[in-house]
């Protein structure tokens, strides 16, 4: 996992979720902007599960629910080409 900007209420709210991901095969990072959006990129690994990821505007629900009470909103998912 790697961010852009660490802090440890994006750290703690994306922690089952960056979990999950490994699990399946993936690497998340995200970068959080000025105006407390933040930008999720997921990007395939050799070992990657293709039918294991979401569609977008599920990944999308699922990173807003993570963020609630944070004061951070989901601003862009980034997700490999295929998805």
């Known amino acids: 996992m790697s961010t852009e900007q660490k802090d440890p209420a994006l750290d703690a709210a994306f ?23 933040v930008t999720f990129r ?18 999308e629900a699922i990173l807003g629910s993570a963020l609630e009470g944070t004061g951070y909103r989901v601003g862009r998912v980034e997700l490999p080409a295929e998805h």
């Open 15 to 37: 922690a089952d979720i960056v979990t999950v991901l490994a699990r399946d095969g993936y690497a998340a990072a995200w970068e959080l902007g000025p105006d407390g959006a």
């Open 42 to 59: 997921v990007a395939a690994t050799e070992n990657a599960c293709a039918e294991c990821l979401v569609p977008a505007p599920v990944m």
